[in-house]
């Protein structure tokens, strides 16, 4: 389309199709294509033709595209680094993408490749690192800092001053009060309520949020 930048989908699934959307509210982007092992992936019914598999990003510069959006979701967040670094080695860029239905405070920061979903709310002084997803309704109060990579899941709550490392998963409607600290490559279960400060590499679950177990630092290769 005349005027907009043309961008590549990585992935085909169905969070790749909520990265449509978003691409589609901010009348910025056109998506030319996607990438997938699975040509008949989810973004083919919305008539976004495969491109091919991760192998031809490397030669999307050359074909003039500049701009790639990861449409890869999941709990693996580690591959998600792995494949964020490797798009940005070709030299590729990897905006990031803010639903229009998102309320984000203007003295919030969210960097590049961060994705903030429909109804997501983020606060003043926040940080979003690179590779972020802030998923549907979910809220990221005053003064967070979400590390690289991490996902906030679905209606889920950091409460203000939150600091969650690297890789982290949040699943959905889990809530962390105020000022706790989420070391980096956690997993706090869905629904539950952390009320102390969690180390990492710790994978907790309930109300109060309790340890279930350790994750070696590979649990999400």
């Not at 005053?142 to 889920?156: D, K, N, Q």
Request: include cysteine; charge should be neutral; charged fraction near 15%.
């Amino acid at each position: 389309m005349k005027g907009l930048l043309p961008i590549v989908i990585v992935g085909g699934g169905g969070h790749a199709t909520v990265v449509m959307d978003i691409i589609n509210s901010t009348s910025k982007y056109n998506i030319i294509g996607f990438t997938d092992r699975d040509p008949k992936a989810h973004l083919s019914g919305y008539g976004i033709p495969c491109l091919g598999d991760d192998a031809i990003l490397a030669d999307l510069p050359r074909r003039g595209v500049l701009h790639v959006a990861i449409g890869v979701g999941g709990f693996n967040n580690r591959r998600r680094q792995v494949l964020y670094e490797r798009i940005i080695d070709f030299g590729l860029g990897v905006p990031s993408l803010i639903h229009k239905g998102a309320t984000v405070s203007p003295f919030a920061v969210v960097r590049e490749g961060a994705v903030v979903m429909a109804g997501a709310i983020v606060g003043p002084g926040t940080q979003i690192a690179p590779n972020v997803i802030v998923n549907t309704g979910a809220v990221v109060d005053h003064h967070c800092v979400v590390g690289h990579s991490t996902l906030v899941g679905p209606a889920a709550t950091l409460c203000g001053g939150v600091r969650v490392g690297e890789r982290s998963f949040i699943g959905a409607r889990a809530c962390v009060v105020q000022y706790k600290n989420v070391g980096e490559d956690c997993v706090i279960g869905a629904g539950s309520v952390v009320l102390t400060d969690v180390a990492q590499g710790q994978t907790v679950v309930g109300n109060p949020a309790r340890v279930l177990r350790w994750n070696s630092g590979d649990d999400q290769m």
